[in-house]
């Protein structure tokens, strides 16, 4: 029964529209209480005329929505049995697309009904959704033409010709999904965000590791001496990635405090020089450019298992885009963020049904163009580094404890093995669905956490659940013999 949940296109469709109904239901929950009492909910007069009804009814909407849900998961496990040809996918789109629309519905009900600074909602509506919407159906489109060009170009991974030894991959599969994610972020940026020098170059970086991620996939698939550089780890990471790193810090990407448990805020600033008649504070310059650096690998490394990377990248990125915005008064920088944010999530969703089990195309090193868009937006954006390790918080300590194990170990700390969290796993007895499907549920509990935490305790939270995550991690690594 697991098995036929997990199923490839199912388990998406379960998972998206679970979070299109938890986010009515968080809607409804959140406004409720500013509504009147009569709200204008029937349409069922001959001439249109909206008709008043109890306020309570609004929960309706949900609950169509999981009816909706359901029922579409019959019929597509009905079109499975008996073989329907592309029936399947005209349930997938048209009832995900149904209760967005619903969705729609209840943005504009509460709108006309809550008299309370809404801006939340009208930002939502107009910019949010928009962007995520042309972010997600530009990579739907764009990427099974890419996979043809790359597979003409012989720039495919295949597990039986190319070894790394935390590979887990079955089936050959196109490489190159950084250069997919990087198309659809910029240009639905020029449509949505407005440029100026840090969101340019924040596009900038995008690009570049995109590209940087092209060049190491292929030196991993096509024999030519001139790409084998590219595909040297010590050469992407000291030499390649902080290129990038260095242009957003170049436009104004920087750290200057991060929050202390302990006592107040630990200031980078502290430190000035003056140069070429301006004044740099290289503290905040090393801490930025090693923090980006740290960011941006251990969420490449969290690229294990097909589908894995994308749904933690969508998560993320629609958690940060909301927490850049939280605030009452929001800047014109918040804003900017926000959109960027959500780009980057809905580019990531958009990549995920070839990304799923078995995948018809690999991130590869070009995952590092995701994390460096959402490393750099959450310096930027109110929702801080602490926000941002606590959203990210099982790549982060998975990616510190594996360091810390290699360096025990007297082992390179940069070479690949299968100590990973989603190797450890598989170990169990997971299967790769569920692994993904762990990360995701995960990265979404974290983030809800870093949503309903205050800035003061947001520190002592983060510190809580990393030693929950240590434990966690730290027991799977243990070689333990039951029987004895």
């Given at each position: 029964?697991?098995?036929?949940?997990?199923?490839?296109?199912?388990?998406?469709?379960?998972?998206?529209?679970?979070?299109?109904?938890?986010?009515?239901?968080?809607?409804?929950?959140?406004?409720?209480?500013?509504?009147?009492?009569?709200?204008?909910?029937?349409?069922?007069?001959?001439?249109?005329?909206?008709?008043?009804?109890?306020?309570?009814?609004?929960?309706?909407?949900?609950?169509?929505?999981?009816?909706?849900?359901?029922?579409?998961?019959?019929?597509?496990?009905?079109?499975?049995?008996?073989?329907?040809?592309?029936?399947?996918?005209?349930?997938?789109?048209?009832?995900?697309?149904?209760?967005?629309?619903?969705?729609?519905?209840?943005?504009?009900?509460?709108?006309?009904?809550?008299?309370?600074?809404?801006?939340?909602?009208?930002?939502?509506?107009?910019?949010?959704?928009?962007?995520?919407?042309?972010?997600?159906?530009?990579?739907?489109?764009?990427?099974?033409?890419?996979?043809?060009?790359?597979?003409?170009?012989?720039?495919?991974?295949?597990?039986?010709?190319?070894?790394?030894?935390?590979?887990?991959?079955?089936?050959?599969?196109?490489?190159?999904?950084?250069?997919?994610?990087?198309?659809?972020?910029?240009?639905?940026?020029?449509?949505?965000?407005?440029?100026?020098?840090?969101?340019?170059?924040?596009?900038?970086?995008?690009?570049?590791?995109?590209?940087?991620?092209?060049?190491?996939?292929?030196?991993?698939?096509?024999?030519?001496?001139?790409?084998?550089?590219?595909?040297?780890?010590?050469?992407?990471?000291?030499?390649?990635?902080?290129?990038?790193?260095?242009?957003?810090?170049?436009?104004?990407?920087?750290?200057?405090?991060?929050?202390?448990?302990?006592?107040?805020?630990?200031?980078?600033?502290?430190?000035?020089?003056?140069?070429?008649?301006?004044?740099?504070?290289?503290?905040?310059?090393?801490?930025?450019?090693?923090?980006?650096?740290?960011?941006?690998?251990?969420?490449?490394?969290?690229?294990?298992?097909?589908?894995?990377?994308?749904?933690?990248?969508?998560?993320?990125?629609?958690?940060?885009?909301?927490?850049?915005?939280?605030?009452?008064?929001?800047?014109?920088?918040?804003?900017?963020?926000?959109?960027?944010?959500?780009?980057?999530?809905?580019?990531?969703?958009?990549?995920?049904?070839?990304?799923?089990?078995?995948?018809?195309?690999?991130?590869?090193?070009?995952?590092?163009?995701?994390?460096?868009?959402?490393?750099?937006?959450?310096?930027?954006?109110?929702?801080?580094?602490?926000?941002?390790?606590?959203?990210?918080?099982?790549?982060?300590?998975?990616?510190?404890?594996?360091?810390?194990?290699?360096?025990?170990?007297k082992q390179n700390p940069l070479k690949g093995d299968r100590g990973h969290l989603h190797h450890l796993l598989l170990n169990r007895g997971w299967n790769v669905k569920q692994i993904a499907i762990f990360y995701w549920i995960s990265t979404l509990t974290m983030g809800l956490i870093a949503y309903l935490s205050s800035d003061k305790d947001l520190p002592l939270v983060l510190l809580t659940c990393a030693g929950f995550i240590s434990f966690f991690i730290i027991l799977l690594n243990l070689k333990i013999d039951i029987k004895?």
């Open positions: 029964m697991l098995k036929k949940i997990l199923s490839s296109k199912l388990s998406i469709f379960i998972f998206v529209n679970i979070l299109i109904t938890a986010f009515q239901i968080f809607l409804i929950s959140f406004f409720f209480r500013q509504m009147n009492t009569e709200i204008p909910f029937w349409y069922t007069l001959n001439w249109g005329l909206e008709m008043l009804s109890e306020k309570r009814n609004i929960i309706l909407i949900p609950f169509i929505s999981l009816m909706v849900s359901i029922f579409s998961s019959l019929l597509y496990s009905y079109s499975k049995m008996f073989y329907q040809q592309y029936f399947d996918d005209i349930i997938f789109y048209s009832s995900s697309f149904f209760n967005l629309f619903i969705t729609y519905s209840l943005i504009n009900l509460i709108k006309k009904t809550t008299y309370s600074n809404i801006f939340f909602l009208n930002f939502i509506q107009t910019e949010l959704l928009n962007s995520f919407f042309v972010s997600t159906v530009i990579t739907i489109f764009i990427t099974p033409l890419l996979i043809n060009i790359f597979k003409r170009n012989d720039l495919i991974t295949n597990p039986k010709k190319h070894f790394h030894p935390g590979m887990i991959l079955k089936h050959p599969s196109a490489r190159g999904g950084g250069i997919v994610f990087a198309i659809a972020v910029v240009f639905t940026s020029l449509l949505f965000v407005k440029l100026d020098s840090i969101s340019i170059s924040i596009l900038i970086a995008v690009t570049l590791c995109a590209l940087i991620g092209l060049l190491d996939d292929i030196s991993n698939t096509i024999s030519n001496k001139n790409f084998k550089i590219f595909g040297n780890p010590f050469f992407r990471l000291l030499v390649l990635l902080p290129i990038p790193i260095a242009i957003l810090i170049y436009s104004g990407v920087s750290v200057q405090t991060i929050g202390n448990p302990f006592g107040d805020p630990i200031n980078f600033n502290f430190l000035q020089v003056n140069f070429l008649n301006q004044v740099i504070y290289p503290a905040s310059i090393f801490f930025t450019f090693i923090w980006i650096l740290w960011i941006v690998n251990l969420l490449s490394w969290s690229n294990g298992v097909d589908g894995q990377y994308s749904g933690i990248i969508t998560i993320a990125g629609i958690v940060i885009s909301f927490l850049s915005i939280r605030f009452v008064n929001v800047s014109d920088l918040d804003i900017n963020n926000a959109k960027l944010a959500i780009i980057a999530a809905g580019a990531a969703l958009g990549m995920l049904p070839y990304t799923w089990n078995p995948s018809k195309i690999m991130w590869g090193f070009g995952a590092t163009s995701a994390g460096i868009a959402l490393s750099a937006i959450s310096i930027l954006s109110s929702t801080k580094i602490s926000i941002s390790i606590l959203v990210l918080l099982i790549p982060f300590m998975d990616a510190l404890i594996t360091i810390l194990r290699r360096i025990l170990n004895k």
